[in-house]
């Protein structure tokens, strides 16, 4: 199981400091912490394993991984551990402690299996991990454990989101957007609205891991879904925010240019909602033997935690030095007004082509 957690810019804007530069800090770490997972959902970008890959990161190279983070400066990046299911691997809550005593905030992305208890939910918000990130890719029990690959998943992932109300622990689900998923997202959305939620976010599927055996939705399907995101984003309990699909910016932009919102309400909008992220912008991955990578649907390591200095890697690998810049980018992305704000999927441009700079095949082609 793999889900993202994106952090919006507006909490770190909210706290009243200048927006950060994406090409030095990127909001988020995601730390693919073990690839051992109980469950074996049909879109895992990690092909998770029952067991741990013998070659995980150590609990002392953990203990190095945290140390990296630091290496950013203030402001610090947020820490997404993830999976695999985090809850799998070993000593995880004296890594906790180690960030949390670093000052590192954090959240965690666990699988919904019998680990995940009330307990632990408990602890972890003891422990001082500020979010939970759960995924829900249907509205009922036959649907979501379809995906899920293990009956009883739904329940215990409605368990574990009220435990997180009960413990008050901001709760962000991801829910798979694919063909096999889309005609259910409005009663997923019925059904998160009765509960306690911060933040719903529309995962779009790449078709990398296991993945490839689900089918991605047109671009034209694409969208026609993130119109009715964006509908559904105005009035939403929580906030609504899309993954692996920046181009829902244009989309986001467009229909409030057609609205009549000036350019300065806009761009204020743009801030708040972490526009400019993309993969490797933003966003930095580091898999569970440690390779610095720029999105976990991205797979090519730019250099390892044992040997190489996490913030040197995020600003000057070659390969992190052009998706900082998107007038690199090739054909439609490179070319695209929209290039700062949104710059394509760069996992799913590579996932299509083989090359990371391309475009992103999620958007038509006719945008410019
Ligand atoms: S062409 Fe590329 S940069 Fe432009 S909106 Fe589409 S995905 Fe984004």
């Known amino acids: 199981m793999t889900t993202d957690l994106v952090k919006p810019q507006s909490h770190h804007a909210a706290r009243g400091h200048a927006p950060r530069d994406y090409s030095l800090t990127p909001l988020n770490v995601y730390w693919e912490t073990t690839q051992a997972c109980a469950l074996a959902c049909r879109h895992c970008r990690a092909s998770a394993m029952p067991e741990a890959d013998p070659q995980e990161l150590s609990f002392e190279d953990g203990v190095r991984m945290l140390h990296e983070i630091k290496g950013f400066g203030d402001?610090?990046?947020?820490?997404?551990?993830?999976?695999?299911?985090?809850l799998a691997k070993a000593r995880l809550f004296d890594l906790v402690d180690e960030a949390h005593s670093l000052g590192i905030e954090m959240?965690?992305?666990?699988?919904a299996t019998p680990a995940l208890t009330r307990d632990v939910v408990e602890k972890l918000k003891e422990?001082?991990?500020?979010g939970l990130g759960l995924s829900l890719d249907g509205s009922c029990p036959e649907r979501h454990d379809a995906i899920r690959g293990v009956p009883g998943t739904f329940d215990r992932t409605r368990d574990a989101m009220r435990w997180?109300?009960?413990?008050?622990?901001?709760?962000?689900i991801n829910t798979l957007v694919s063909a096999e998923t889309v005609d259910d997202l409005p009663a997923i959305y019925r059904f998160l609205s009765g509960e306690t939620v911060s933040r719903?976010?529309?995962?779009?599927?790449?078709?990398?891991?296991?993945?490839?055996v689900l089918q991605p939705l047109s671009p034209e399907e694409g969208v026609a879904l993130m119109e009715w995101i964006h509908g559904v984003a105005r009035t939403a309990p929580?906030?609504?925010?899309?993954t692996e699909a920046p181009s829902y910016?244009?989309?986001?932009v467009e229909r409030m240019r057609a609205e009549g919102f000036t350019g300065e309400q806009i761009a204020r909008s743009a801030t708040g909602r972490g526009f400019g992220i993309r993969d490797g912008h933003g966003i930095v991955f580091v898999s569970h033997r440690g390779d610095i990578c720029p999105a976990g649907f991205l797979p090519l390591s730019a250099g390892n935690i044992k040997t190489h200095e996490l913030a040197d890697v995020y600003r000057s690998a070659p390969l992190f030095e052009v998706l900082?810049?998107?007038?690199?980018?090739?054909?439609?992305?490179?070319?695209?007004?929209?290039?700062?704000?949104?710059?394509?999927?760069r996992s799913r441009a590579y996932a299509a082509t083989g090359d990371p700079f391309g475009s992103d095949p999620l958007c038509p082609q006719d945008v410019n």
């Open 238 to 242: 929580f906030t609504v925010a899309t």
């Open 249 to 252: 910016r244009r989309v986001a």
């Open 164 to 172: 997180a109300a009960e413990f008050e622990m901001p709760l962000q």
């Open 75 to 86: 402001p610090l990046p947020h820490l997404i551990l993830t999976g695999g299911d985090p």
């Open 324 to 345: 900082h810049d998107p007038s690199h980018f090739q054909g439609a992305c490179g070319e695209c007004r929209y290039r700062s704000l949104c710059g394509g999927s």
């Open 200 to 212: 719903w976010s529309l995962f779009f599927l790449i078709t990398v891991g296991r993945g490839k």
């Open 107 to 111: 959240s965690i992305t666990p699988a």
């Open 127 to 130: 422990h001082g991990v500020s």
